[in-house]
């Protein structure tokens, strides 16, 4: 099962990094094509869409792919199979009535937008951008299931790949959208952005067209699965949703948790900064903390996702079937591997903040860059929290504990609620980091501590492994200070081309120093196993 586990993990977030890689390219040329007006605007488009996507599958997905790998741990697999068709109908319903929602109250969602002269956007250019979106919500959570019921099977690759396309014909549609109706057409802003939202249509097109295509696949092997079915089981619809109810309805919390975060900043961020005397920054410094920063801290929570969608099936099917051993076995692996990944990109994302920040958004030294700069390297580190955080949330979903995943972003929340202004007023921006990073934290310690009530595990192994981490991971950086400091005397970082250079350079130089040092003491043979033992061969590095 480890290796299974780890197989798995490892098809998930290649998938989702190769997505998240995509989705980071094209602001490039997505910011040089609509400026900072069109990027103000597509902005609007995503915030309720994301609410609505949440509501609309409503932690679905990830229930099917529990339930699944639990009654095919039974050999129930009709009941799998009766779930996974009615969800559909489910899906298909809930997202046409999420579509209908958003676009009829698109007016007054944009109507409570505030809108500055400066950037000249009215409350019409925002409905039609939320408009243009909204289409997407018909296919997305359809989608979402059979991603889900195909992870229950505790297959990856379905959702890697539908994924990466899904992302591919988006960016593709999009960048191309746009540059049609402004280049080709002379059209104007608007119309380009509300291409631009609509282009997450197309790509849920693209990346259903996959999935089915994998369906048409499998289904000999499903229907022989169906063959075997033990049949001594005569679950009910009503009595199955009404398990699933109970147990996807704190995943609609974990899914909104950022927002409901983000929420809490726009409610009291620049009552904060006008109260000591910085109300001329504070729309520019919410912006960079809450929009362009946070694209880039939350990339290493590409990998909790991986980890919380690969987890949920396995650790679910050695809870039911009892195996403790093969349960604490499994989520020593998960949370070292997650830990080895996470802590050494976190690190490295902010030591080299100012070449990363230039390679994505470009450096001004006369406009907010370095105020971008600044909240980079002071958010970074909080990235761990954000996947310790998805992660336990996810095991407590395996061990039928979700309840108590609402209880700890609950108290993540209050303190987020009660920090906020008086950490801003002492530390500006960089405050409403500490109050995010004190908020997430608190809910990691109640996951973790709810984990060891109800199941015994213990984190002794991890904790111990974990500080061998940071000290390979401060090896690692002071090699990277030194390669920067050395590449600096001849490159530029403010330079885009060339901070991207510098990035590269760095990053390649810390991962090969932190991957010897792994391999010289051993932990990454433990970690991966056979896997590494091979690779260590061919590149003829002995331990």
Request: with cysteine.
């Amino acid at each position: 099962m480890s290796s299974k586990l780890l197989r798995g993990t490892f098809i998930l977030t290649l998938g989702m990094v190769l997505s998240k890689v995509l989705g980071l390219l094209y602001v490039i040329p997505f910011d040089e094509m609509v400026g900072p007006k069109g990027a103000y605007l597509y902005q609007f488009a995503y915030v309720p869409y994301t609410l609505f996507i949440s509501l609309a599958t409503g932690g679905l997905p990830l229930a099917v792919s529990k339930f699944v790998s639990k009654y095919n741990a039974l050999g129930e697999y009709a009941v799998g199979q009766k779930l996974f068709k009615s969800g559909l109908k489910i899906m298909l319903a809930s997202g046409f009535l999420a579509f209908l929602l958003l676009y009829i109250s698109a007016p007054a969602i944009a109507g409570v937008v505030p809108v500055t002269k400066e950037q000249s956007v009215s409350t019409d250019d925002i409905t039609t951008v939320i408009r243009a979106v909204s289409f997407a919500l018909i296919l997305v959570p359809f989608m979402s299931l059979i991603r889900g019921y195909f992870q229950g099977h505790q297959s990856m690759g379905p959702t890697a790949v539908s994924q990466v396309v899904e992302q591919l014909v988006r960016i593709i549609v999009l960048l191309g959208g746009i540059f049609v109706v402004l280049k080709v057409m002379d059209g104007s802003l608007v119309t380009a952005i509300s291409v631009a939202t609509f282009a997450a249509t197309v790509g849920a097109v693209g990346g259903l067209a996959v999935l089915l295509l994998y369906w048409k696949r499998r289904k000999p092997y499903l229907d022989q699965l169906l063959l075997e079915d033990r049949g001594t089981l005569d679950y009910s619809l009503k009595d199955i949703y009404k398990e699933i109810l109970i147990s996807s309805i704190p995943f609609i919390f974990v899914g909104i948790a950022m927002p409901l975060f983000q929420v809490v900043d726009t409610l009291t961020f620049t009552r904060a900064m006008v109260s000591i005397g910085l109300d001329a920054v504070s729309e520019n410094a919410l912006g960079l903390l809450n929009v362009q920063v946070q694209k880039l801290v939350i990339i290493p929570m590409t990998l909790a996702t991986a980890f919380s969608m690969s987890i949920v099936p396995s650790i679910t099917k050695a809870f039911v079937e009892d195996k403790m051993e093969n349960f604490s076995a499994q989520l020593n692996q998960a949370f070292q591997i997650l830990l080895f990944l996470t802590i050494p990109a976190v690190a490295g994302m902010s030591l080299l903040a100012k070449p990363v920040y230039s390679a994505f958004y470009g450096y001004d030294p006369s406009g907010v860059d370095s105020l971008g700069i600044s909240i980079l390297q002071t958010y970074a580190p909080t990235a761990i929290f954000f996947t310790l955080f998805s992660v336990t949330a996810a095991v407590l979903q395996g061990i039928n504990q979700q309840k108590f995943t609402v209880l700890s972003l609950l108290v993540g929340i209050l303190i987020k609620l009660s920090l906020n202004i008086p950490l801003i007023k002492m530390f500006e921006t960089e405050g409403s980091i500490y109050a995010t990073t004190l908020g997430y934290l608190a809910a990691c310690l109640i996951n973790m501590y709810v984990i060891t009530y109800f199941t015994g595990y213990r984190y002794k192994l991890v904790i111990r492994r974990t500080l061998l981490m940071f000290v390979f991971t401060v090896i690692m950086m002071i090699v990277v200070f030194g390669v920067e400091s050395v590449l600096t005397l001849g490159l530029n970082p403010e330079a885009r081309f060339q901070a991207v250079l510098i990035t590269a350079v760095c990053a390649i130089a810390g991962a090969a120093v932190y991957f010897i040092l792994s391999l010289k003491s051993q932990l990454a043979q433990k970690l991966f196993g056979n896997r590494i033992e091979r690779l260590q061969k061919k590149l003829k590095l002995k331990a």
